[in-house]
């Protein structure tokens, strides 16, 4: 599975920003798809992610600004930031996952970089 995510860039506080990414070469059944995020010097964090129903689930640090959404048809997933703070500075992935072999796969694409200033 190949991910390409775009839309990142640079904003002001308040600002909004969306994120695309879509995958391709999947031979599984992608089943939840999602947004992580990485601050220099800090982890990874995953921020929101969506089943294959639609349910989201998001970080209780985003809860209100982002929405996940996700369009099956155009393998894509999207991430709608709003209200954009300072402290959303950072490369943003997209990650899908599978099962092969009966075993849970997450693939992470190359990040996009969210900076926002105060």
């Known amino acids: 599975v190949q991910l390409q995510a775009s839309g990142g860039g640079s904003v002001q506080a308040g600002g909004s920003l969306r994120l695309s990414c879509t995958y391709s070469?999947?031979?599984?059944?992608?089943?939840?798809m999602g947004w992580g995020r990485q601050a220099p010097g800090k982890q990874r964090e995953t921020v929101a992610t969506?089943?294959?129903?639609?349910?989201?689930d998001y970080a209780d640090s985003v809860k209100g600004r982002f929405t996940i959404s996700r369009d099956n048809d155009k393998k894509s997933v999207y991430l709608q930031m709003n209200g954009l703070k300072p402290e959303d500075t950072a490369v943003y992935y997209c990650y899908v996952s599978f099962h092969s072999d009966f075993r849970p796969v997450t693939r992470w694409g190359h990040g996009t970089q969210v900076t926002v200033s105060s």
């Open positions: 070469r999947n031979m599984f059944k992608i089943e939840d």
């Open positions: 969506i089943t294959t129903r639609g349910v989201t």
